[in-house]
């Protein structure tokens, strides 16, 4: 039997931060950007596109954004001309961001995300079981959630439909849960306001 414990894991779609990934800071020469974390997302486990934000000139700077995706694969994105008293918002949807670096010096600028527009994400990204789950539909809004096996195109192994009506969900699973060998990728759809997902993972 393999070591794992039962955790939970919430998609939820949330409010845009111009300062989530990285605060405001003016380093010197070229360099990367302090982050909040070691693998920065907007909170929602949901992928997003990234934000750079100052008051000040920094046009002559470029910024390159490294992270992974909705599909946990390596991904990044180049933003040539840095923000000039602006807000610039990428086009590429992270999940996470581990570096963003800069080709020079940058003047008061921070990093963060935009509200959260996708609906993809992921439960765990080695073998697991899914063991359980609670929702919380929306009220004028049908949709469903499915989590798929190994990618967000991967097999199809649970889907949960969701009426056009507020509510709470919470459907029986079989107690050994449904297993994906190749990892649990989610996609919450438009029908839902928020789904935690019950699975195993490693201690």
């Known amino acids: 039997m393999s070591s794992?414990?039962?955790?939970?894991?919430?998609?939820?779609?949330?409010?845009?931060?111009?300062?989530a990934i990285a605060a405001v800071q003016s380093p010197?020469?070229?360099?990367?950007m302090t982050l909040t974390g070691s693998a920065v997302n907007d909170g929602s486990n949901m992928s997003t596109t990234v934000t750079l934000t100052s008051a000040n000139n920094n046009a002559?700077?470029?910024?390159t954004i490294t992270g992974t995706d909705a599909n946990g694969d390596a991904v990044s994105e180049t933003i040539g001309t840095g923000p000039n008293a602006q807000t610039l918002t990428?086009?590429?949807?992270?999940?996470?961001?581990?570096?963003?670096?800069?080709?020079?010096?940058?003047?008061a600028v921070s990093a963060g995300f935009t509200a959260t527009t996708d609906t993809t994400g992921i439960v765990f990204a080695g073998a697991t079981r899914v063991r359980g789950m609670h929702g919380v539909?929306?009220?004028?809004?049908?949709?469903?959630?499915?989590?798929?096996?190994?990618?967000?195109?991967?097999?199809?192994r649970l889907q949960l439909d969701a009426p056009a009506s507020a509510g709470m969900?919470?459907?029986?699973?079989?107690?050994e849960g449904i297993r994906y060998p190749d990892g649990a990728y989610i996609d919450i759809s438009s029908g839902f306001d928020s789904v935690t997902v019950?699975?195993?993972?490693?201690?």
């Open 137 to 156: 539909s929306k009220a004028s809004t049908a949709g469903h959630m499915i989590i798929r096996n190994g990618s967000q195109t991967g097999g199809k």
């Open 60 to 63: 002559s700077v470029s910024f």
């Open 28 to 32: 010197s020469g070229s360099g990367n």
């Open 4 to 19: 794992t414990s039962i955790q939970a894991k919430m998609f939820k779609a949330v409010s845009a931060s111009a300062t």
């Open 198 to 203: 019950f699975y195993d993972g490693s201690y």
């Open 90 to 107: 990428g086009s590429t949807k992270f999940l996470t961001v581990t570096q963003i670096s800069h080709s020079a010096t940058i003047s």
């Open 169 to 175: 969900m919470d459907p029986y699973i079989p107690d």
